[in-house]
């Protein structure tokens, strides 16, 4: 059994770093949106040229990233999502929505004190966990069997 | 031709019933999420018994609130989801991206303000509205070919 | 809001009857299977003529019934599976399975002590109830947003 | 022509062994959820943290088993069902059923015994069996056209 | 609960009217192709203009009858695939493999005589029945539980 | 039997009123776009908001118009695309494709001299008509057998 | 580009041999049913166990074979379906019917003489075909673009 | 990540080269239909046989490429399709209305003063390029998070 994981949500810290690390060694491949804040916010205008409204600009960028988002997550067979402290964090909620209406197993990944603003996303999940160590393990056990400790 | 409209997102304020007012003579049906807050939040526990977690408490109702919103999604051709000043409005991105993968008509509805964080959701949408009034004049266009004023 | 209710399950005691009483007033219509034991067991010969071995008589009445449960789990909304006390049940579980993977919203309805045994169709379901009058209440809440009581 | 087969149901004999030692030299590929019973009841609550409850004890482990069985039944072509002598065994049942609604190849496999009480299963498959070997031998001859003896 | 039929393949005989006529009082809607031989032969050439070629002749019209059995299909509950004496009708096995790829429930109606070489047709079938009547009391049970006689 | 159908393309004749008078008496509903071609063009900006540069100007304007023309695609059974002879016309091919994957029946509208640039849309159509009278003739056909004359 | 083709009906002629001989050097990989016919005609009785009735002889047979056919089907960019001179063949019509549901390319291959009994399988293919080598000379052409000669 | 790519439309120019060798070293496989003009109108008739009618001429040959170009968007994860300074181009606009219904991520290129005539086809577009450098961009944005520059 081989799993296709995307990794969706927070991009400001290491998360998914922890995540791929810890699953050296598992038949696992991972996928991800562009990690780097700026080119995200402006790869729109970079390469398709200047708008001078804000919306557009933010627009144009959106819809490149999601030539990457949605194909990834089409593939996927798991979809891990991050909710970080900051931010609306609205992209990872939309995609967390978009991953559910296609059948993927999602996993979210939050903090306690985000338990009641994302009960509707929880209650759509496969696992709700706190840190990215649970997500690993519960790859490991879904590929191997094996539990951890 | 009719259209079902699924109006998700913000419950504190009176903007369904300005699109439902508005929107009077028009060949087109509303339906929304239970916008009763208290007993959109208690409905699990109140009808499948006490929880004595809280995330239990939350997954019950959240599961509960699931069974109308998606029917409703499901069923529509178009989605609005409005995003308003207050709390993390998960569960509204959610919607929107559900919508989405189901390939529904999206309106989004929010103050300018929001718009650089909600990037990658109107990036997904058929109309980008500020006001209320907007979405009625955008259903009476759709319906009718007619354009306000 | 309008919701069509398919009831699979268990044909030895009352409990669609109950449910469909306490529904009276909501917008809802319910199907079933054919819930007559003898007619049930018996339409394929009946109709399609005998058969000497068991294994097709029992064939043959399974693929008439597929007629009806198939299309009725294929147009309805909400699909409610009572698990009771007595025999296998394994047709029960087949529609739950089978409403899972069409996504349909799934309801269990079944005592507390076959809580562990059902632990995978529960995982599937948005709401598991113990009694009709919990499926009735979940109904008028999901149509009317009113709680019980 | 290459088959990927899940292997649902029975954990408490060595049926799969059986039938993946047989299948040897064969181009084909097998998949089969946790069998390792402890692990499989355990695995919410040893990764996601402990839970009072024996219901959401359970809930939590049902979900990520389900993270395994409805990715790998998702990818098959082939889904076996074993239905043993002991338990209720609902979440073989439930497995048939999803893997039916996903219109993959069902084989069914059980003693004659349990006919009747399956006949709604059976009714949905492709083959039914009493014995691992004889699961071989249709591998076998679905991959090559070879027929036994 | 309301069945919609299509009555597809042998045109030569009375057997949609006796199922029609049979069915009266039941819940049921009836669709069927063109059963007017030579309108269904010429209404390509009679409507878009004449073909030099028989093969063009032929399938201009075999499209426009398309028009009318693919959206039938499309839309039924339950397709009904009768195959007489004559002809080779390959248009109703066609048919019968188009409806069954899309999760139809599939009737065959034939004599004895035909039943090898329709086989396969049988194997995706949930009845094989010999008689216009049958076709009717299986209508007659799966829309109200009742048996004949 | 009844038909929904949708009429795609060219705006500035008279056609669709000549295919909806024709119908008349036939168990057939109509939709089209918003054949207003100033509305059309600015519809967007005329509701939500001006726009400084044309390409965001039509940008809005078309996504609105796409409310409405794949709502009506999609609940259509039949799909009728009108060529004419001005203009590049590429939304009429755009949604003849659109329509085509999503298995409508196709009917191709155009003259003669359109063939070898249309031939790739009339590959996949089931009628290439020249007038709208044909098309009329189809409808009448389709639905009730009756050939003209 | 890759292809995987599917090579359906007639098994008394060497037709599959010849389209596999002169596609050699293509990218393309070939599938069929199995054309051995009397294990094709046995295999439910030899695998499973003997049967009374040549019917279900038949059916357990067929059901066997089905798991190949519709694996490979839903498997295949391209379905070459064979019509020769004898038998009635309703297995090969409903493999096309099945293919053009799920919008496989379709190719038919017939002689002339059959051409007006199989019009309504011709109308579903992208190509008609009289000799194996015009198959081998399509897929040539669609995977590198060289016509023949 | 991987990326199958559908270059569709114009093919008088060499922009299909410019991005295959702009593209190099990236994680991308390319396909498209055949380019050679002649080959594409005459293919149907080189093959299967010749046409006394200019219609049906162009009908068999359209239909052998789209078992090609239906195929290929089918796989593809991002379609691409140029629109060029002559001809009508209907096909071009035809693959991206059928590639844009099945969910594909469409990217269009073409001059500014094509703007207008395709802002229905734009609109339904993730990107609007006007150079094949800049779909290279795209891709390696995609693909790598790196920006030009």
Known sequence: MTLKVYLSGEIHTSWREEI??????????????VTDHAASDDCGVAILGPEQSKFWHDHKGAKLNAIRTRTAIGAADVVVVRF???????????????????GKALIVLHGPDHSHALKE???????????????????????????PG
């Open 20 to 33: 791929m690390a810890g699953a050296e060694g598992l038949d696992v491949t991972f996928d991800a949106p």
């Open 84 to 102: 970080g402290d900051k931010y609306k964090q609205w992209n990872a909620a939309f995609d967390a929505g978009y991953a559910s209406a296609l």
């Open 121 to 147: 996303v929880d209650a759509a999940a496969l696992a709700v966990a706190e840190e990215p160590r649970q997500v690993v393990e519960i790859l490991r056990y879904v590929l191997t069997g094996r539990l």
